[in-house]
């Protein structure tokens, strides 16, 4: 667009031609792909940092000596009625061995993890301690909270 401008300084006449454009608006990409960088970052750290709980919720006993397992277990748990799960489904005690070999035929190198509700009866959980040795798992853990040492 062109615009003619008079200028009058002491009796001479200057004429100007200015030459404006219109400039539309620009995304900048850099910045734009920085900040889509650090939300994926931000996102796999949190996701690495999460734990993935596959079990029932219980109310588990303390112990001084805990350890967490590396890798993707297998969950066994037992409530405080008895009732024993595998992986959150109810599975009924004559039926644990059958499922615990076809858990163990299918991944050979997983841990199993027992967890019992402190309130829970000993007897179950030591035959289904028994259960998961006879499928063969060479890996147990038993899961506990820790306990804090008070003086």
């Known amino acids: 667009m062109l615009r003619d401008s008079?200028?009058?300084?002491?009796?001479?006449?200057?004429?100007?031609?200015l030459k404006l454009e219109k400039?539309?608006?620009?995304?900048?990409?850099?910045?734009?792909?920085?900040?889509?960088?650090l939300l994926l970052v931000f996102f796999i750290y949190s996701m690495l940092s999460m734990v993935v709980y596959r079990g029932i919720p219980v109310v588990l006993p303390n112990a001084q000596t805990v350890e967490k397992e590396k890798g993707k277990?297998?969950?066994?748990t037992i409530d405080e009625k008895g009732n024993i799960f595998?992986?959150?489904?109810?599975?009924?005690?004559?039926?644990?061995?059958?499922?615990?070999?076809?858990?163990?035929?299918a991944y050979p190198q997983k841990i199993a993890i027992i967890s019992g509700d402190r309130d829970s009866r000993?007897?179950?959980?030591?035959?289904?301690l028994d259960k998961v040795r006879l499928a063969g798992f060479q890996r147990i853990s038993m899961e506990a909270t820790p306990q804090t040492i008070e003086d």
């Open 23 to 37: 400039k539309s608006a620009r995304i900048e990409l850099i910045p734009l792909i920085d900040i889509v960088f």
């Open 86 to 105: 595998v992986d959150k489904v109810l599975i009924a005690r004559d039926m644990l061995l059958g499922c615990l070999k076809r858990k163990r035929a």
């Open 122 to 128: 000993y007897r179950v959980f030591v035959d289904v």
């Open 6 to 17: 008079h200028f009058s300084s002491s009796g001479i006449n200057f004429e100007m031609k």
């Open 73 to 76: 277990p297998l969950h066994i």
